[in-house]
């Protein structure tokens, strides 16, 4: 009898915590046991094949200096929605003389979870030079700039920019090599070959909000463009990024997906 009533007990705590938990983790996985996505995630090159691909997680130019976890393949992958939403935005764009350029798409959990850790080893500040000049690493949590969820994990949220046509050589980085201020202006930060957005990608900046008045005329007319652009095809920014979009009417607004950054992760 005492068994019974312990492992009914079990469950009632069980059935429970389920109900509280307000950000569930998807990992399904295949019958090999790797995590594999939904029906509804695509690769954007198999839809839009035009916007450039530059995924930052995948090599060491990035705020913690390092591959992420997670990031098997330099690839972009997206709900449907979100890649027929860009598809339309790179359709006008091209036609002003510009392409968009993606740096991260979908993160899997796993990534999310190796930033925590990161931010929580104070020592570890390799790349604050470029990333988080003005910013210390142990209010990283405090200011917003690191969090346990990230909407990336939904699945329809993409970090991207402009590039005119003919894109211009992209700088390559090398581990090792100096760091530049990533609020710099243009030609003294990172030679990144997008237009200038009045900070560099990934910036810990308050110069990086989007609205910022303190930015050149140009890099305001290039973040309204990219903003107006996507506003018009369903995706809103976070204005505290100008380089963070997510689509408004996201398929899975409340799901937070753990399977990795790879092409065979994808159904068909």
Excluded at 64 to 75: F, K, Q
Aim: glycine share 6%.
């Amino acid at each position: 009898m005492r068994f019974v009533f312990r492992r009914t007990l079990l469950a009632t705590l069980a059935a429970v915590t389920a109900l509280v938990t307000p950000t569930p983790v998807a990992n399904a996985a295949t019958s090999t046991g790797h995590p594999e996505a939904p029906q509804e995630f695509v690769a954007l090159r198999d839809v839009a094949p035009t916007i450039i691909e530059e995924i930052r997680y995948h090599g060491s130019h990035n705020f913690v200096g390092r591959p992420i976890t997670g990031y098997r393949e330099p690839l972009c992958i997206v709900t449907r929605p979100t890649a027929l939403a860009l598809r339309e935005a790179q359709r006008r764009l091209l036609a002003q003389g510009y392409t968009l350029k993606v740096y991260d798409c979908f993160r899997p959990q796993r990534a999310v979870d190796s930033f925590v850790r990161w931010a929580q080893r104070l020592d570890d500040d390799r790349m604050k030079n470029e990333f988080y000049p003005r910013v210390e690493k142990s209010s990283l949590f405090e200011d917003g700039y690191i969090a346990e969820h990230s909407g990336h994990s939904r699945g329809s949220t993409v970090d991207l920019t402009l590039v005119r046509i003919p894109p211009h050589p992209q700088e390559r980085y090398r581990p090792g090599d100096p760091l530049r201020p990533c609020f710099a202006p243009a030609g003294e930060r990172f030679g990144d070959n997008s237009v200038d957005m009045g900070t560099g990608f990934d910036c810990f900046d308050t110069l990086s909000h989007t609205d910022d008045p303190r930015i050149t005329d140009e890099a305001m007319r290039n973040r309204t463009l990219l903003k107006d652009t996507l506003a018009a095809v369903g995706m809103e920014n976070y204005p505290n990024e100008w380089w963070h979009y997510t689509l408004r009417d996201e398929p899975f607004p409340d799901t937070y997906f753990d399977f990795p950054v790879a092409r065979r992760s994808l159904n068909g």
